[in-house]
């Protein structure tokens, strides 16, 4: 681990031979971290760790500090009380571009480039990082997320469904082998059987490669279909955190048991319609 007072920055490399399969999954922490907008307190003394290997889940309503934190991690935004760590390396000491090439990010929208063909949007990350052959590790990403690329590769995003769009926004985000990837409401755009089907083909995903992942999410329910752990998230703070099970059999505050049992109410209505 680097010393928070250290000022000179190092490359983070996963340290894996170009030819691996499976990306080393990186553990992720906060600790103590504060961060503020003019006189709006958007994180207050947020401490959480994400363990290798796992998916978070960030859970609360709109301005809660959910991308705040999320965005934390990959240094868009910057500490201004506290400390992040990637790989029990202080991100301050990491020079920021290293960082976020090693970490993949798929907002909601998908953020493809739309004048750009989807083997190039997946490529991107490959190409800056100088990999041997960044065309066949944007076909092994789009295989590994169910896109053929002998009929995706040359298409434009305009020409892709919803849920294709975000199946390539995921390949692209792993294309590199990163060891985590943060997902900014990422399905929450879709129709609900594009949603579906793209939920289950990114568990797959995961399960099969065991990258660490932390998501941003107003839906509970999503939540529990994808994640280890979940943190709650209210103004600026963790309420709780913890498995869903804990959640429902624990809550730690009124508000933790309200959003539980909104969302078991939902499922409910859903199952008896």
């Not at 849920?163 to 943060?182: C, D, E, P, S, T």
Request: aromatic fraction near 6%.
């Amino acid at each position: 681990m680097t010393g928070g007072g250290v000022s000179s920055t190092t490359s983070l490399s996963n340290q894996r031979p170009e030819s691996a399969r499976f990306p080393v999954a990186l553990a992720l922490r906060v600790t103590q971290f504060t961060h503020r907008y003019a006189q709006t307190t958007a994180l207050h003394d947020i401490t959480i760790a994400v363990p290798a290997g796992t998916l978070l889940a960030l859970v609360g309503e709109s301005g809660s500090g959910k991308t705040t934190l999320l965005r934390a991690f990959n240094r868009t935004i910057e500490p201004q009380a506290g400390c992040v760590f990637v790989d029990e390396r202080d991100v301050t000491t990491v020079d920021p571009v290293a960082l976020r090439r090693s970490i993949g990010y798929v907002p909601q929208s998908g953020g493809l480039l739309p004048h750009w063909n989807v083997g190039r949007n997946v490529a991107l990350v490959p190409t800056l990082t100088q990999h041997a052959d960044p065309a066949r590790a944007a076909r092994s990403a789009l295989e590994l997320c169910g896109l053929s690329p002998t009929t995706f590769y040359d298409r434009y995003p305009h020409e892709l469904s919803g849920g294709q769009r975000q199946r390539v926004a995921i390949a692209r985000a792993l294309a590199a082998q990163q060891g985590a990837v943060l997902l900014d409401e990422s399905f929450s755009a879709l129709d609900a059987i594009s949603r579906s089907e793209v939920l289950d083909a990114f568990a797959s995903i995961r399960a099969e490669l065991g990258f660490t992942a932390v998501l941003v999410t107003h839906d509970l329910g999503e939540a529990v279909r994808l994640a280890d752990a979940i943190a709650v998230m209210r103004a600026g703070r963790i309420e709780q955190t913890g498995t869903f099970h804990d959640l429902v059999e624990h809550a730690a505050s009124p508000y933790v048991a309200a959003l539980v049992d909104r969302a078991r109410a939902s499922a409910r209505l859903l199952a008896e319609a």
